[in-house]
C-alpha cells in the first residue's frame, strides 16, 4: 500500500486549549497481524492491514483442512483470541480478535489451486471441470466413436499424491458415464467423467482487443494443426498469426502490431475447418495530459500546480501535496529547468522530501506527485483523491528520472513487517495502476474516485485490491546521478477487463505515507509516456 504525505499547518492554539483532566483516555494502538509462517505454502502469505486480513497460498499437495500455522507475530503487546501455534481447516476463513487497549477483528483465509485436467484423442477444446458437482466432462466431434476412446490425461486431485480407482487410460467406452474413485489425504471422491459429442470442430472463444495487441483463443480438434487468420477490414489478404500456444484442443495467441482504433477481421483454423469470422476494433492510444511537465500556475497563496491557472477541472490532470505544505511555507514538488537531455520541454518536476513544521511542530513530508486532486486539510493531515478516467489498455509507463537516495532521520510508522531505523537508506517510487473504482465505494469524486486520508492506514492504495486490473512499479534503490530512462512494466490481472481510471504516482521517499524517509531525498521526473507496443 502506498500514499502520499502531506503536510498542513499546526493549530497551536488548539493544542493549548482544554483541561486537564484525572481520568485519561486509553492509548489507541491499532493491533495488526505483523508476520505469519505455515506449513505447505506456495509463496509467501499477503498480509493486508486495510482489510485486516491475512492470505496463505497452499501449495497443491496441501491438505487445506489441516492447515498447521506454525507461528504469527502480532504488533508488540497484542494478543490474539486464537492461540497459535495450532492446526486449522481452512476450507472457510478463520477469524480472530486481536487486542490490547482496542479489539480489531482478523480473518486468516488460504487459496488453494489444484490442476486438474481430462483429455480424450480430438478433442474440441478444454475439458469442463465442475469441482462442487465433481463431473468432467471432454467435448468430441460428432464423428468419434464412443466406444473406443482413447483417454490421454486424467488428473483430477493433487499431483503425487492421488490414485485413481478404477485406473482410467488409454481406449475405452464414453457411451455412458464412467465413474471413478479419487483419493487423496486418505480421503476418497467419486468424480463422474462424460465424453459428449458436438457439432462445432473449431470455435473462437475469445478476442479481447487493446490499442495496438489483440488477446485471441480458440477452441479446436487437439492433435491437429491449429492457429489464426487476420486482416484490417475491407482487405483481400488474410494475414497468419505468428507464436500460436497449444494445449490439448485449446490454443491461444497475441496479434501485436496493431493500429488503434482500427476495425479487423480474425478468424480461426482447425486442421482444413475454419471458425465463423469475429470483427473487433482496437481502442484508442491516449496519453497523459501535460506529461512532459510544462505547464504550472501559482495562486494567490503561493501554492504551485502542476496545471494551467485556468484550466477546467477535467484539465487538472496532475496534483502534489502542496496545498497542504504551503500552509507551511513549504512547496514539496516545484517545477526547475532542468529538463532531461533531448526533451523539447524547458521543466521537470522535482519532487523534494523534507521536514515541513511551524515553530518546531511539524511532520516529515515526501515530495510527491500524483494522477488526480488535493481535496481538502484535516487537523495536520491531508485528503486526496487519486485517478483520472482513462479506459485504454497500456502496457507500460515510460519516463526518465534522477534521484538522490538520502538518509532515513524521520521515522514514525512503518508497513507490517517492514524494520527501519534511522541511518537506514532511503527509497523512491514511481507505481502505476488501472482499475474500476468508484467513487460509492472508494470515497472520492467521479473523475478522481480513490480517497486517501493520510491518517488512516486503512485507506491507504492497495495495489492487490478487488478492483486493481493493472499494476506496476519502478523503486530506486540507488542515487541516480544523471537522467535515466525508466519503464513501469504493467501486470494485469486480466486482458477482457477495461479500466475505468488510471492512477500514476512518484514519489522521493517510498515510506512517506507513513511518515517516514529521508529529508534528503530528492526526485526529479520529466517526459512520461504510455506505451501499447
Not at 493549530?11 to 497481524?33: M, Q, R, S
Not at 488428473?155 to 482410467?168: C, E, N, Q, V
Not at 510544462?294 to 501535496?321: F, K, M, N, V
Amino acid at each position: 500500500m502506498k500514499r502520499l504525505i502531506l503536510c498542513s499547518a499546526i493549530g497551536l492554539a488548539a493544542l493549548l486549549a482544554g483541561c486537564i483532566e484525572n481520568d485519561l483516555p486509553y492509548p489507541v494502538v491499532e493491533i495488526a497481524i505483523e508476520a505469519i509462517e505455515a506449513e505447505g505454502l506456495d509463496g509467501e502469505p499477503v498480509i493486508s492491514a486495510a482489510q485486516q486480513s491475512v492470505t496463505l497460498p497452499l501449495a497443491e499437495t496441501a491438505d487445506i483442512r489441516n492447515v498447521r500455522i506454525t507461528s504469527v507475530s502480532l504488533t508488540e503487546g497484542g494478543q490474539s483470541s486464537v492461540a497459535f501455534p495450532g492446526t486449522f481447516d481452512l476450507r472457510t476463513p478463520l477469524y480472530t480478535t486481536l487486542s490490547l487497549y482496542q479489539e480489531y477483528g482478523w480473518s486468516i483465509a488460504a487459496t488453494q489451486h489444484i490442476d486438474r485436467r481430462f483429455r480424450v484423442r480430438k478433442q474440441v477444446g478444454a475439458a469442463e471441470i465442475d469441482v462442487a458437482n465433481r463431473t468432467a466432462t471432454a467435448y468430441v466431434s460428432r464423428s468419434t466413436d464412443l466406444k473406443n476412446v482413447e483417454v490421454t490425461e486424467l488428473k483430477l486431485g493433487p499431483a503425487g499424491i492421488t490414485t485413481y480407482t478404477p485406473a482410467i487410460a488409454g481406449s475405452t467406452s464414453f457411451e455412458t458415464v464412467r465413474l471413478v474413485d479419487v483419493a487423496a489425504h486418505g480421503r476418497t471422491e467419486q468424480w463422474r467423467l462424460h465424453v459428449v459429442p458436438i457439432d462445432v470442430a473449431v470455435r473462437i472463444t475469445q478476442c479481447d482487443a487493446w490499442a495496438r495487441i489483440a488477446w485471441l483463443a480458440a477452441d479446436g480438434l487437439s492433435d491437429t494443426e491449429m492457429g489464426f487468420v487476420y486482416r484490417r477490414k475491407g482487405d483481400t489478404e488474410w494475414l497468419t498469426v505468428d507464436d500460436v500456444e497449444t494445449e490439448g484442443g485449446t490454443f491461444r495467441a497475441k496479434l501485436a502490431g496493431l493500429t488503434p482504433e482500427t476495425t479487423y477481421e480474425v478468424q480461426a483454423f482447425s486442421d482444413t475447418d475454419r471458425s465463423d469470422v469475429r470483427e473487433f476494433t482496437t481502442e484508442a492510444a491516449p496519453q497523459p495530459l501535460n506529461a512532459g511537465f510544462e505547464t504550472w500556475s501559482t495562486d494567490r497563496s503561493g501554492i504551485l500546480y502542476p496545471y494551467a491557472a485556468d484550466a477546467a477541472p477535467a484539465q487538472r490532470y496532475w496534483s502534489t501535496g502542496n496545498a497542504g505544505s504551503m500552509t507551511l511555507n513549504k512547496l514539496v514538488t516545484t517545477n526547475v529547468e532542468e529538463p532531461r537531455p533531448g526533451s523539447d520541454g524547458r521543466y521537470c518536476a522535482q519532487l523534494r522530501s523534507q521536514y515541513v513544521s511551524l515553530l518546531g511542530v511539524g511532520k516529515f513530508a515526501a515530495g510527491n506527485l500524483f494522477t488526480g486532486h488535493y481535496a481538502e486539510t484535516k487537523g495536520t493531515d491531508g485528503v486526496v483523491q487519486f485517478g483520472q478516467p482513462f479506459t485504454s489498455r497500456p502496457v507500460a509507463l515510460r519516463g526518465w528520472v534522477k534521484y538522490n537516495r538520502g538518509k532515513m532521520d524521520h521515522i514514525k510508522g512503518m508497513p507490517a513487517g517492514a524494520n527501519l531505523v534511522k541511518g537506514d537508506p532511503d527509497e523512491g517510487i514511481i507505481y502505476m495502476a488501472l482499475g474500476r473504482w468508484t467513487a460509492a465505494e472508494y470515497g472520492g469524486t467521479e473523475q478522481s474516485p480513490v480517497q486517501i486520508f493520510t491518517r488512516d492506514t486503512k485507506t491507504f492504495f492497495d495495489p492487490k485490491g478487488k478492483d486493481v486490473i493493472a499494476y506496476g512499479e519502478a523503486t530506486f534503490g540507488s542515487s541516480v546521478d544523471e537522467w535515466r530512462e525508466f519503464t513501469v512494466r504493467l501486470d494485469y490481472t486480466a486482458t477482457d477487463i477495461a479500466p475505468t481510471h488510471l492512477i500514476v504516482v512518484c514519489s522521493a521517499s517510498r515510506y512517506g505515507d507513513y511518515f517516514t524517509g529521508s529529508s534528503d531525498s530528492v526526485m526529479w521526473v520529466d517526459d512520461f509516456e504510455l506505451i501499447y507496443e
